[in-house]
């Protein structure tokens, strides 16, 4: 019980480093204030808790986007680890060297071309409300993964080396946790700011 508490505090924390990882925090008030969807003329003639509350409502639509796809990735993680836990030492000691290795490139003792690639999803209007808030959270999982890659890819190790779908999914859950609550925190004071 105290190591996959330990486990899930592990993930969350990795979601937070995500966070305020150098290519998710610069975005983050381009993502809300795209989200939010509250225009200037809005901020001015609405009232502070009617805005709020659309911020509120969109951000958490985004960060349940980004969360389904985090959560089956692990699910899928876990699927993949259970079918080859027979081999499960091998795949720790691999699992160990590519956190290793992604640890070394994020230190920047070697970079891995590859890793430092991202896809962009680039919406020429503002989504409609909470479904097109869901939307560009599914767009963010994807398209930030490159980015975040090395941290996730820990996450995910951890989650294929889980004894069911159920606790990989639960450890993507929590590490969704830690990247969403800084983006509501976020948004809520983005709106006090504005």
């Not at 502070?48 to 659309?54: F, I, P, S, T, Y």
Request: aromatic letters at 16%; charged letters at 10%; a positive charge.
């Amino acid at each position: 019980m105290f190591q996959e508490n330990v486990t899930l505090i592990a993930a969350f924390t990795a979601g937070l480093i995500s966070f305020v990882s150098p290519c998710v925090l610069p975005i983050v008030p381009g993502y809300l204030s795209f989200i939010s969807g509250a225009t200037f003329e809005e901020l001015v003639s609405r009232s502070r808790a009617e805005v709020l509350r659309k911020v509120i409502i969109n951000t958490l639509f985004f960060i349940l986007g980004f969360t389904l796809i985090f959560v089956l990735l692990g699910a899928a993680a876990s699927s993949l680890g259970q079918f080859i836990s027979a081999k499960r030492n091998w795949f720790n000691w691999i699992a160990g060297a590519i956190i290793i290795i992604f640890g070394l490139h994020l230190l920047g003792v070697f970079r891995i071309k590859w890793l430092n690639y991202e896809k962009r999803f680039q919406a020429q209007t503002k989504p409609i409300g909470i479904f097109g808030s869901f939307v560009v959270g599914l767009a963010f999982a994807f398209g930030w993964s490159p980015c975040i890659g090395p941290i996730l890819s820990g996450i995910l190790a951890l989650a294929a080396n889980q004894d069911t779908v159920s606790k990989g999914m639960l450890l993507l859950g929590f590490y969704s946790l830690g990247i969403g609550i800084p983006f509501l925190i976020t948004g809520i004071g983005f709106n006090y700011f504005l």
